[in-house]
């Protein structure tokens, strides 16, 4: 055997992807084969210890949060739903003051009947008096018709 | 036979759209593969751990943009070499990456072989492999070991490694070349520097 296998060839049988022509050559040089399976053994170590390091490092790999199971189209639900809430609140003191000054009103008015109540009293009183306003001050005094 | 082909392949896609909606599963089945890669990629188990819970959250958030047009490990790994090279790509990770280094300790990695039934000597002989390979893993760049760890560690076929990097074929080959010839080349000296 003249020559091995050059670079390429080499790397193409490791990779898998070796032609019939290196194949050939590997099945009759003793030197490339042992080559080749020393590679083999190397990746392969390699291999095997990174698969064994990551199955114990990935244990203290903590789980992710998990996501919000609700879909992504709920989303939108829950702004809504927070708008909605805003909405109540706002509307709901809006109301607390219409009634506040609703009460207040109500309170005027009450206020306003008394003092017109008050008014009509002293006009009944005055309308139901015996001796009119005019006539009054030429009333007898009764003190003076007993004596 | 087309048709039950095409509801066949149907059937497989719907499979692995659901196993995206576990993601307790999800990171059950595929953490350590996530992990393996982007430590093995960065070089620091710490950032690599961050990095693999953003990788499934993602993969969660997204999983609507799954159209089963590869495996979920291809599709888990391909958002994971993604973010291996959106990190690598800022400021801030090459600045602490300058200033504060802690790799996969070799040592770590090395003692993870399994003695099984093999002898002292080639147990010996295994370890300095495993740290040769390690050694010129770490004189690459972060996406040339990216590309090494998917087809040497997962044992990915060319096209899913393209899949996963969205490189195209000859580059994939120029990278895996490279890190090849320089793992050869290592191994060669350590021969010649063995005792006879």
């Not at chain 1, 006009?123 to 009764?142: A, C, D, G, K, Y």
């Not at chain 2, 992990?35 to 093995?40: C, D, G, N």
């Not at chain 2, 972060?142 to 990097?165: D, G, H, N």
Request: glycine share 4%.
């Amino acid at each position: 055997m003249s020559t091995h296998l050059k670079s390429e060839q080499f790397n193409d049988g490791l990779l898998g992807i070796a032609g019939s022509e290196t194949t050939a050559h590997l099945d009759a040089c003793p030197q490339c084969r042992t080559e080749m399976e020393a590679m083999r053994q190397a990746l392969g170590s390699f291999r095997a210890a990174a698969v064994s390091w990551s199955e114990g490092a990935a244990k203290q790999v903590a789980l992710p949060n998990k996501p919000r199971a609700h879909p992504l189209w709920i989303r939108p639900l829950w702004v809504l739903a927070a708008t909605a809430i805003i909405l109540a609140i706002i509307i709901s003191f809006s109301g607390w003051r219409g009634h506040r000054n609703k009460t207040a009103a109500t309170v005027d008015a009450q206020a306003q009947i008394s003092r017109d109540n008050q008014l009509l009293a002293h006009i009944e009183s005055e309308v139901s008096e015996i001796t009119p306003m005019p006539m009054q001050p030429l009333q007898v005094n009764p003190q003076v018709r007993a004596r | 036979m087309e048709q039950a082909l095409s509801m066949q392949e149907l059937e497989t896609c719907e499979d692995r759209m659901s196993e995206l909606d576990d993601i307790d599963g999800l990171v059950v089945r595929y953490r350590a593969k996530v992990l393996r890669l982007v430590a093995l990629s960065l070089d620091d188990p710490d950032e690599a751990a961050s990095i693999t819970q953003d990788c499934f959250l993602r993969a969660y958030l997204t999983r609507a943009q799954y159209r089963g047009q590869c495996t979920v490990s291809t599709w888990l790994l391909q958002i994971a070499y993604n973010l291996v090279r959106d990190r690598t790509r800022t400021r801030k990770f090459q600045f602490w990456r300058r200033a504060r280094q802690c790799p996969i300790e070799v040592s770590e990695l090395a003692g993870q072989l399994a003695s099984g039934a093999s002898s002292a000597e080639s147990q010996l002989l295994a370890r300095e492999r495993v740290e040769q390979v390690r050694a010129v893993l770490a004189e690459l760049s972060p996406r040339q070991r990216s590309v090494f760890v998917l087809r040497f560690v997962e044992e990915m076929e060319l096209p899913e490694i393209v899949t996963a990097t969205g490189m195209n074929l000859a580059t994939v080959k120029t990278h895996l070349y490279r890190a090849l010839r320089e793992v050869r080349e290592r191994m060669g000296e350590g021969r010649k520097g063995a005792p006879a």
